[in-house]
């Protein structure tokens, strides 16, 4: 698979070919998303894209890379499984070595490291040394469900991508009702009508991140579509809505009860 042919994200998607392309990569990436979301399909498309000689910016599926990219045999590609709790110290340190050594292929040595939120404490701040001065050309790609777990020096040094649930039915439903929502927020309706139609849509901790997501999305949309309805608002209040949705998931992710934190969203953005 390649990056085109992933639906949804597409901004991200986007964003990466357009990386991958122009060779303007930084050292380290973060792709955040639920653990239903295939985070490693899409690291793995964006290193094709990145090392494909053929078709830079995507991939093209025929050229030896590819080929071996898809057989997970590429030399210069580590990857850095959990034990099924955790990553510890010692796996990073020989993730270290590895990415020590000059690359087989071309230039850059890639490491993928999955569950990366579950590195222990030890094993984070040996990377940290890694993200400070990596080797020259190399790539780490860090896949995680949650960063709140991972240290913030780490952070500051990612560059961090919010990963969607790719385009599913239940993801259209989701979609539709964010955007009822936001419509009802830009129109100023009254609380009670707002709350009880979050609570038919965010009856879960699941399905309020999607639904978080997806009014992130609409709001990131407003503010480059022109419409009609854009005279009721200024991009100043299109960043607050997208801040305080951060809010929100960071407090989901603390474990702050969901109809609080969505109802004390609303309050605040329609406020
Ligand atoms: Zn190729």
Redesign the pocket.
């Known amino acids: 698979m390649i990056l085109k042919e992933i639906d949804g994200n597409d901004r991200l998607i986007e964003r990466l070919k357009y990386l991958a392309a122009s060779e303007k990569l930084f050292h380290a990436y973060i792709f955040e998303g639920d653990s239903c979301v295939d985070k490693s399909l899409l690291a793995e498309c964006f290193v094709?894209a990145i090392l494909?000689?053929?078709?830079k910016g995507d991939?093209?599926?025929?050229?030896t890379?590819?080929h071996k990219i898809n057989h997970g045999n590429h030399e210069d590609i580590i990857s850095l499984e959990w034990d099924g709790k955790s990553i510890k110290d010692e796996a990073v340190e020989e993730l270290q070595v590895k990415l020590s050594k000059k690359p087989f292929f071309g230039n850059r040595n890639i490491a993928i490291i999955n569950h990366a939120d579950t590195m222990t404490i030890r094993a984070q701040n040996r990377l940290l040394k890694t993200l400070e001065e990596p080797p020259q050309g190399t790539i780490i790609i860090l896949l995680c469900d949650n960063i709140e777990n991972l240290v913030p020096t780490i952070l500051s040094r990612c560059v961090v991508f919010r990963v969607n649930p790719f385009e599913t039915v239940e993801y259209g439903e989701i979609k539709e009702q964010a955007q009822l929502l936001v419509k009802m927020l830009l129109n100023k309706e009254p609380f009670y009508s707002l709350k009880g139609k979050l609570a038919e849509i965010a009856g879960d901790k699941d399905s309020a991140m999607k639904l978080l997501d997806s009014m992130e999305l609409t709001y990131r949309d407003l503010s480059i579509i022109n419409t009609k309805e854009s005279r009721n608002y200024t991009k100043d209040y299109i960043y607050r809505a997208v801040e305080l949705i951060e809010e929100a998931r960071r407090d989901l992710q603390r474990g702050i009860n969901i109809g609080y934190a969505m109802k004390n969203l609303i309050i605040k953005i329609g406020g």
């Open positions: 094709k494909c000689q053929e078709d991939g093209c599926e025929e050229c890379i590819c």
